[in-house]
């Protein structure tokens, strides 16, 4: 009996181990916001992290179970320590390989153990075992257990489908839920901004702003998804709130839709359209079309706001019909005037075709600040705040977490983070404003590029290649290979070849920067390469 069930313990023991090898493949599918199609993607992209994991453990479970078999043959005693030990083995292989990739991995993310990643597990753990359980029953020979976990990326794709519908329902309720809360506040003014870049920033200075006022809840960090939204107003709206400033953010035609079926906003923003996530869109003019969505979805007395872009926004705010301002040009609805940079401080004058004139100053440097201010403050002014109340609510902005964000360590070197706002547009305004004479010192750009770009994606680093040689004095490219269109727009341009560093990773970039690093360098990072695109 003993040896019995030490022999169905070595039979499952791969599935156990396969179970502890696939955290970082699960991150994977994490990280692309646990779509199939840009989980399939990222497998592609990390084969070898993806699959070897597997190869390597159903090669180990092999051995050991050919061994075991061999010394249960012998009798006595083995008959239940081969299986036992055997197992132990195993599991104890899956969990140091599961382990070994997970930390040996270049990049920032990690899984996190959220209660779908749990549904995930119980779906995973319940294929395994009727998978397992059929195989042994018709074909119980040990070895055939040891080969079922080598296709492991397989595995987690199959039990992703396994859940999907307990996932479509839990995503129903929570979303229905959420819904019905905003529909029963009426007394809230629900405010959606959306762009290609520039939104999570429009979207604090916006709630700084009205602060001032009202009572604001806007949606956390750079949630902008439904199911972040619905989880922001089912745990943060609270009966003394009287505005919801959300972030609505698509991948996909259609994303921005569903999220204004969940708002029913009565003030759209949109910041820019720009080459975004062509990858999934397909084209410029789909996501123009995704974006604008917020727009159509507002009342006839509703009001949109536009940052000036002279090109694709201006296009749909000319072809907007309900109340509208534009923010940017002198002559428009709101712009900027006598603008000033001090320091650390953007000094100018807020000035409206109403006729206001209003001096402000801000804690932020940088042209591009002021004009997703000015956006705020188109918002602002519509909801009737006075000229004070703009006044010192312009004064407590401040630059977001990754978004150009300059500090200064004790070594006197000026890193600026740049890493969540990087796209082919908002890369060339950041790159310009790092070629301002205030910024006196050597200009060291780190990149590893535009990601998400499709089939356009080598021809806009090339491009950013040549906007880097217009500014910086090195360059040091994370991605050997993936970087290689951005070194040739480099050379194209002119830029000094022995100024170019390429390397593996991040960590190996900023080790060789600290070899040649002095007091007063500029240090821009310019993209923050996700997890799944990195080739270490």
């Not at 109340?389 to 360590?409: A, D, N, S």
Request: glycine content about 8%; overall charge positive.
């Amino acid at each position: 009996m003993l040896s019995q069930i030490a022999l169905i313990l070595l039979w499952y023991a791969p599935a156990v181990a396969l179970m502890l090898t696939t955290p970082i493949t699960l991150m994977y599918f994490q990280l692309s916001s646990y779509q199939f199609r840009g989980f399939l993607s990222a497998v592609k992209r990390q084969r070898r992290r993806v699959w070897l994991p597997g190869v390597a453990l159903s090669l180990i479970s092999l051995v050991v179970c050919f061994l075991s078999d061999l010394l249960f043959r012998l009798g006595g005693a083995w008959k239940v320590l081969a299986p036992l030990i055997g197992a132990l083995i195993i599991v104890f292989s899956g969990k140091f390989i599961g382990k070994k990739t997970y930390l040996s991995r270049e990049g920032k993310s990690s899984l996190n153990f959220t209660t779908r990643i749990k549904r995930f597990y119980a779906a995973l753990f319940i294929l395994l075992f009727v998978v397992f359980y059929i195989v042994r029953k018709n074909a119980p020979m040990l070895g055939i257990n040891a080969l079922m976990v080598l296709p492991l990326p397989i595995w987690v794709f199959l039990a992703a489908i396994l859940v999907w519908p307990v996932e479509r329902l839990v995503y129903e309720l929570y979303f229905q839920d959420a819904k019905r809360i905003l529909k029963e506040r009426d007394d809230v003014l629900v405010i959606g901004v959306t762009g290609s870049y520039g939104k999570t920033s429009v979207k604090f200075f916006i709630k700084t702003l009205l602060d001032q006022k009202y009572n604001v809840l806007c949606s956390r960090g750079s949630q902008n998804t439904p199911m972040g939204i619905a989880t922001c107003i089912r745990n943060d709206l609270m009966p003394s709130h009287n505005v919801f400033v959300a972030e609505l953010g698509a991948r996909h035609r259609g994303d921005i839709k569903e999220l204004c079926r969940l708002l029913n906003p009565k003030i759209g923003v949109l910041t820019s359209v720009g080459p975004q996530h062509l990858e999934t869109f397909g084209s410029l003019e789909a996501v123009k079309q995704t974006k604008y969505d917020l727009i159509r979805a507002l009342p006839k007395d509703g009001f949109a706001v536009f940052g000036e872009d002279h090109a694709l926004v201006h296009t749909l705010y000319e072809q907007t019909r309900i109340n509208k301002a534009i923010a940017g040009d002198n002559g428009e609805d709101i712009w900027a005037e006598d603008l000033q940079e001090t320091g650390r401080d953007t000094q100018f004058t807020l000035c409206t075709k109403q006729g206001k004139r209003i001096p402000v100053r801000m804690h932020l440097r940088g042209a591009h600040f002021s004009g997703n201010a000015l956006i705020a403050a188109a918002v602002a002014l519509h909801l009737n705040l006075s000229d004070r109340q703009i006044m010192h609510g312009m004064e407590l902005l401040y630059p977001i977490r990754h978004r150009f964000k300059v500090e200064t360590g004790a070594d006197g070197v000026h890193r600026i983070n740049n890493g969540y706002n990087a796209n082919p547009v908002s890369s060339e305004q950041t790159l310009a404003e790092l070629k301002k004479p205030q910024y006196n010192g050597r200009r060291i750009v780190v990149t590893p590029g535009f990601v998400e770009l499709g089939f356009e994606e080598e021809r806009y680093n090339r491009e950013l290649g040549a906007n880097i040689a217009a500014t910086a004095d090195i360059v040091l490219l994370v991605g050997k290979k993936r970087t290689l269109p951005i070194a040739e727009g480099l050379i194209n341009a002119g830029f000094n070849a022995e100024a170019i560093h390429s390397f593996d990773s991040l960590k190996e970039a900023n080790a060789y920067y600290e070899t040649i690093k002095a007091a007063g360098d500029y240090v821009l990072y310019e993209n923050d390469l996700p997890d799944h695109y990195s080739e270490v």
